[in-house]
């Protein structure tokens, strides 16, 4: 079912990307690599232009300049679904649906990837039939690896807060990305929920292999997960590291005075 193969993931890169609204530049030549099968953190103080970033990365924002490449295939300026499709999927900040079952929306995630199309499966065809069985097993086995596997049938708006987040994340993995862009993964969470979501980012990155792309304000969770942290302060790059080397950088501790850069407060 999994079509994509078990190589690792082409590096997704970022070149020189600007962003303009209205006279206010959001991304200023943004420049960095996410590295095959690493978790790359992009963080920075309210309005440094983390979610424009995404945008751009997920196709929901066109650049003024510069280039988004998946390998050697060019990303910008296609719209979200051929993204997604070419192996970049998302998650976004705010919980999206408190509809439906778990497994109707991680069904979701799966039909971008269903070949038999819409008229074979309303009319119930044999191959459309064992393909929806497939697809239905495939996502069976994502709620599991995020630990939704007891409520595959329950619907969304019966789970807790940090359930319906994982919801979200399942649904995104049903897309067999390559990339995945978590859009602050552990927001609004209590510590026992960002510490099993924390887990369950390190389980799906080992076990799928993918690259994940994590915007997130906790940064005890970046500093456990990041293999790599880009930040950025007024749209612009400020350092490149290891979580280590930009935690102690002197731009990064002048940006975040005050806001608690050194702050641990994931569990
Ligand atoms: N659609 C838009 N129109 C105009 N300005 C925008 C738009 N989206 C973002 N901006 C501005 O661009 C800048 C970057 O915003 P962005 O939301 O990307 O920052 P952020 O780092 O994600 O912030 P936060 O941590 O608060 O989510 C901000 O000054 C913001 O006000």
């Not at 920075?44 to 295939?73: E, I, M, Q, W, Y």
């Not at 942290?229 to 930009?246: K, M, N, Q, S, Y």
């Amino acid at each position: 079912m999994n079509d994509r193969t078990s190589a690792p993931p082409p590096a997704l890169a970022v070149r020189d990307v600007t962003v303009r609204f209205a006279g206010l530049t959001a991304l200023d030549t943004v420049s960095f690599t996410v590295a095959p099968g690493s978790v790359h953190a992009l963080i920075g103080p309210n309005g440094a232009g983390k979610s424009t970033c995404f945008n751009v990365l997920s196709g929901l924002c066109r650049p003024a300049a510069g280039r988004v490449l998946l390998g050697d295939t060019e990303l910008t300026g296609r719209p979200p679904h051929r993204i997604a499709a070419l192996g970049v999927a998302r998650t976004f900040q705010n919980i999206v649906t408190t509809a439906g079952t778990v497994a109707d929306n991680l069904m979701l995630g799966r039909h971008a990837l269903s070949r038999a199309g819409f008229t074979a499966s309303a009319l119930g065809l044999p191959r459309a039939r064992r393909e929806q069985r497939e697809h239905l097993a495939r996502a069976r086995e994502i709620a599991e690896l995020v630990g939704l596997g007891a409520h595959f049938d329950a619907p969304v708006a019966l789970l807790s807060y940090g359930d319906r987040k994982r919801v979200e994340l399942a649904r995104a993995l049903c897309l067999e990305p390559r990339v995945l862009l978590l859009d602050e993964p552990v927001a609004g969470m209590n510590g026992a929920e960002r510490a099993r979501t924390a887990e369950v980012v390190g389980t799906v990155r080992e076990q799928l292999g993918l690259s994940v792309v994590l915007v997130e304000h906790d940064m005890g969770l970046v500093m456990r997960l990041a293999d790599e942290v880009t930040v950025l302060d007024f749209g612009r790059p400020i350092a490149h590291g290891t979580p280590d080397e930009v935690r102690r950088h002197p731009e990064v501790l002048r940006a975040y005075l005050g806001t608690g850069a050194d702050e641990e407060d994931a569990a």
